[in-house]
């Protein structure tokens, strides 16, 4: 997995580093060392530098569960403790079933590739929540769609996929493919972060391998399928980073069957903007679009402008956010948190 691996040792540049996080090192931490975190494990973290790849050393109250694949840190002079973590410019998080807090998935990414494939992996209301989790992050989210080349028509699902979100990236390709990195270069190059989520089964660790050039020594596993549901086995099962062959950085990630939304208000509205610009149009402010007169909503479902399905899935969408996202309570200095649910 070494970035480092060879005659020639790495720039921070090439790990990412920018003016963005170089403008936080303060006065006195010029001699700190940067690292980006690579791996994250319950009992350890791996990082990159310009000097090769470190186990980083972590000094109570930190905790791995603190850290993300792709956090920068500074690290002490002469040694792998981490001093503090640098403000990230963009993190993904997503929450699961019973947990109270979100879970970190990957840190300073610039692009996040949504993998699904052509078969009945396909489902738009699960894309329409990856679109959510990327757009309220702050990552530039690109569609792919895998094993094209398994299909009739892979056109069919490149414009179903594209009528999710306006200006939505979307590309077929195949993942086993050369062609792939080629198609995908657009997002890739130096400086650039790159990460993959999706399903499992649907070409991300095969997709990591052509992008990564990896030897089949060094290669990401990969698993198949069950032709009866498309549902695949997991392979990958820790978040790691990898250099891509023509230049940037690949975050995998372990495959997600199920991703429940929460405090991605704003991510929606950019998913479902054809819905959230309609709504002010409304006679009554609290319109719930489902039954009120003057409801600007209905009318365009009644005119066909509006996909009735697209407002069934924003309105369980916006519910399950609203009662996953917890409010702020108590008086001031004393606050807490606590679900809306009920």
Known sequence: MSISSGPHAVSLADLGWSAFFADQVREGEAGLLPARIATVHRSRIGAETALGQMRLILLSPMKTTDFAVGDWVLLGVGDATVVRRLDRRT????????????????????????????????????????????????????????????????????????????????????????????????????????????????????????LTRKSDADAQATGGIREGDAKGRHTTTARSLHPIAGGGLVIDTPGMRTLHVSDVADGLDIVFAEITELAPRCRFRDCTHAHEPGCAVQSAISDGTLDPARLDRWRKLSDENRDNTPVVTGARGNKSTRSRRR
Do not use: H
């Open 91 to 210: 993190l993904l998080l997503r929450r699961t079933e019973g947990a109270r807090a979100q879970q970190l998935i990957a840190a300073n990414v610039d692009t996040l590739f949504i993998v699904t494939s052509c078969n009945d992996d396909f489902n738009p209301a699960r894309l329409e929540r990856y679109l959510a989790l990327s757009n309220e992050a702050g990552t530039r989210p690109v569609i792919v769609l895998t094993k094209a080349d398994k299909v009739m028509d892979a056109a069919s699902y490149q414009v179903e996929a594209a009528a999710l979100q306006r200006d939505l990236a979307v590309v077929s390709l195949n993942a086993k493919s050369v062609e792939a990195t080629a198609i995908l270069s657009p997002w890739c190059g130096a400086g650039q972060t790159v990460a993959l989520v999706g399903s499992s089964g649907v070409g991300k660790s095969t997709l990591l391998n052509t």
